[in-house]
Nanobody
Framework: QVQLVESGGGLVQAGGSLRLSCAAS????????LGWYRQAPGKQRELVAT???????NYADSVKGRFTISRDNAQNTVYLQMNSLKPEDTAVYYC?????????WGQGTQVTVSS
């Protein structure tokens, strides 16, 4: 059983920064892919960033150069550093972990960027 618990969301002004954390139960080495997704009101859930061991990172075009995904295997945690935040980044952010073929999700954390 996999549990993912996000933290770090909140309200920030445009141009500000937040760091999201996702604590995973058990060893991180089980996961084929770790990532962050987001869902804004009235929109579909979309990929933000992924990190894959031995492959590297992948970002949505809308966040490239502003967001950075990283992982700390010793802490069983994946992070999303978000800089230069924009109002359009407002969404619920979800942590994701994949053990092929199953996708696991956290409960989500709200990020609100005010203009």
């Amino acid at each position: 059983q996999v549990q993912l618990v996000e933290s770090g969301g909140g309200l920030v002004q445009a141009g500000g920064s937040l760091r999201l954390s996702c604590a995973a139960s058990g060893s991180m080495f089980r996961f084929n892919v770790l990532g962050w997704y987001r869902q804004a009101p009235g929109k579909q859930r979309e990929l933000v960033a992924t990190i894959t061991s031995g492959v590297g990172t992948n970002y949505a075009d809308s966040v490239k150069g502003r967001f950075t995904i990283s992982r700390d295997n010793a802490q069983n945690t994946v992070y999303l550093q978000m800089n230069s935040l924009k109002p359009e980044d407002t969404a619920v952010y979800y942590c994701n972990a994949v053990i092929i073929p199953v996708y696991y999700w956290g409960q989500g954390t709200q990020v609100t960027v005010s203009s």
